[in-house]
Structures are given as C-alpha cells and as structure tokens.
C-alpha cells in the first residue's frame, strides 16, 4: 500500500502568497519527516526534517507541522517566490532497531506566479 | 565537506546486458549508504541501504544487487538487465538514521 501520500499532485500560488504542501502517512513506526525540493532531470535537496518529538520546526520562510495523531505532516513556505517552483517531495522514515528504511510521496508540483 | 559522486551520469544498455552503477562519498567516514530507484514518472523508491563495509539490506526486490567493497563506495549491479529496470539511479548518504543526501543521480535506459 502507499504508506506516505501526497493527496494534491499540483499547487498554484500566487507570489507572495503561502504555499501548503500536504502529506499524509499510515505507519505508526515513522519517527522521521522530511521534505525534499525537486526540479526535472536533478536529484532531490533535503528542506527541512523534524523528528516525531517534536511538532512544528521552522527555517527560515520554510515551517513543518508535524501531526501525529492525524499522521499527517505538512511544509508551509511563506512569501512564496517564483523560483520556489518545483516538485516537492515527503519522506517518512522509521528508525527501529537495524532499520533504515525511508518512503517518499508521489510529490506535489508547486508553481508559483507573479 | 562531503561530496558524493555517482557514475556515469547516463547510460543506455541492452536488454540482458550486465549492469553496474557506482557511487562514492568523500569526506565522511562510516557513512549510511542507500541506492534509490524512480522510474518515469513513478515515486522514488529506496532499494538498498548499508550501515557498513561488506553489509548490505535489500528493502525491494527489483532483480538488482548492491555491495560495499569499500567504507566509501556502494555499487548496484545486475546480470541481466530488464526494461522495467529505466529510469534514474539515486546514491544518497546519512550521517547516521538522520538526514538523507542525494547524490547526481544516473539516468539508465534500457532498449
């Protein structure tokens, strides 16, 4: 089954405006939440992660929610710019004993317009 | 500074030909190695990973092998390749269970 799940394979926002990016996951196990920034033909560049104790981290214009009891995880990019567009991709990983095992989302294509 | 190299860049291979791809990571010792896989237009998929020299998991069976000669290096390989086997070939590392970096990444594309 899809065990990470990004419900909305495309966004548009307005420059300036806030762009949410959605993921969803199934496995309790996952302590681990990543997003990813990803252009055509190029390897993804980790974002932003936060581990399951914690529940909101920000970065700079970048912030992740963390809902455990939802499983759901979500990147918020403030001030959203046009070179922020891109695939983004969410990833869940589970670190129990001798496991290294990491799932990625579909992604979610955000364009931003000016 | 870490830098990860991933060889070759491109490669376009015969139907049952052999195969290998190859990926070093410099700057960083005892690194988490992982090989990736996304075909076109599908979702990255996680293949293998190591946490050290000569050990290596299998997290999808895709008809491909990994190993780790070297505390920095991690290479996929096959006997046979398949078509399903297309698509792009990502190395990335982990300082420990943490953060992932990728690597360029290979485009493969079988005929």
């Known amino acids: 089954g899809q065990q990470v799940k990004q419900s909305s394979p495309s966004l548009t926002v307005q420059e300036g405006g806030i762009s949410i990016l959605n993921c969803d996951y199934e496995n309790d196990m996952f302590d681990y939440f990543a997003w990813y920034k990803k252009y055509p033909d190029n390897s993804p560049t980790l974002l932003i992660s936060v581990r399951s104790n914690v529940d909101k981290r920000e970065d700079g214009r970048l912030t992740v929610f963390l809902n455990k009891s939802g499983k759901h995880f979500s990147l918020h990019i403030t001030a959203s710019q046009p070179e922020d567009t891109a695939v983004y991709l969410c990833a869940a990983g589970a670190s129990g004993t001798g496991n290294y095992k990491y799932v990625f989302g579909a992604g979610t294509r955000l364009k931003v317009i000016a | 500074a870490q830098t990860i190299h991933q060889w070759p860049v491109a490669e376009i291979k015969a139907v049952g030909s052999p195969l290998s791809l190859g990926c070093t990571i410099k700057g960083k010792s005892s690194p988490n190695l992982y090989w990736y896989w996304q075909a076109t237009g599908g979702t990255l998929q996680q293949l293998f990973y190591s946490i050290t020299v000569g050990q290596v998991e299998s997290v999808v069976q895709l008809n491909l092998s990994a190993s780790r000669p070297k505390d920095d290096q991690f290479i996929l390989s096959t006997e046979k390749l398949l078509l399903s086997h297309s698509g792009f070939y990502l190395c990335?590392?982990?300082?420990?269970?943490?953060?992932?970096?990728f690597g360029p990444g290979t485009r493969l594309t079988v005929l």
């Open positions: 990335a590392w982990s300082p420990q269970y943490a953060e992932q970096f």
